[in-house]
């Protein structure tokens, strides 16, 4: 069957590379060369930005990218039973992709890349969320990245666009929110995958915001935010006792009612919390 940039179909790669998926690694490849191209459109326009893709397995999405005109494609991928499919990829797009093999944790994408950068993958379960926290909390803002085009567990990206008083609602919204524009833009049903996973899945979509939406440190936004969620629930006025002082002064002088619970607080009355406790500390 034809494909869309002559290579051959992802199962005829897998069997001639060998490549049974590994759970361990997070394992479950897109097999629908149509499904790939799609997500990659989900990023936006692809000309004129290079794109990090962590996790290209056998190359799915990447071919996806490539197609949809990406200037260059940096690839991340840990399992090195991959890298000779992908180097396939590289020979009919010469000086377009680039591949590393390593442990996208421990590898700096950022230095390889020209901006404007965007992000896109199919990220293995088990380092995802470390990921998106890691690429929205850089030491200085705005990140390296434009857009991020993350496909995530469900429940996963249901926490990260998640509004106050809803079930998901935490501190990955919060962060979120924070930095960037985030939407569901695509669900998936686990047979999209092979092998197929228990859950659904869903493609988000974050815009870096050029600075943060309301003014606070983040670290000091992190722990105000840590400490009210760790006792969900719980009273902020008990939740927050570790700040010392008088809590209730505290909330009350930035609006929040001492008897509040943190799903029920939304980031601006958190961030005005963040920079009253910054303001008070010797
Ligand atoms: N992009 C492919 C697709 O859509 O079919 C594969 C996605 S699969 C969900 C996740 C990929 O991430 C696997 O190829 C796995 O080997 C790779 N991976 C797992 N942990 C990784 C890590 N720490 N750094 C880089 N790649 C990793």
Redesign the pocket.
Known sequence: MATIDGLPP?REVIATHDLVA?RQ???????DLNL?AKIARLAGDLAGSDVL??????????RGLLAEGARRVLV????AR?IPALQDIAAIYPGRLEIVQ????Q?DASAHLTAPIKVV???????GTELLIRWLSPPVWPPFWTTLTL?FQREVAERIVAKPRSDHYGRLALLVAWRADARIVMQLPPEA?TPAPKVHSAVVHLTALPSPRFPAEAAVLSRVTAMAFNQRRKMLRSSLKGLGGDIDALLGSVGIAPTARAEEIGLEAFCALARAVAARTP
Do not use: H, I, W
């Open positions: 992802l590994r690694l997070g394992q479950n490849f897109l097999l790939t893709e962590v996790g290209p397995g056998p190359g799915g999405l990447t991340v991928e840990k399992d991959c390593g442990d996208a944790l590898v993958s199919n990220l293995p379960y088990n380092v496909m995958f």
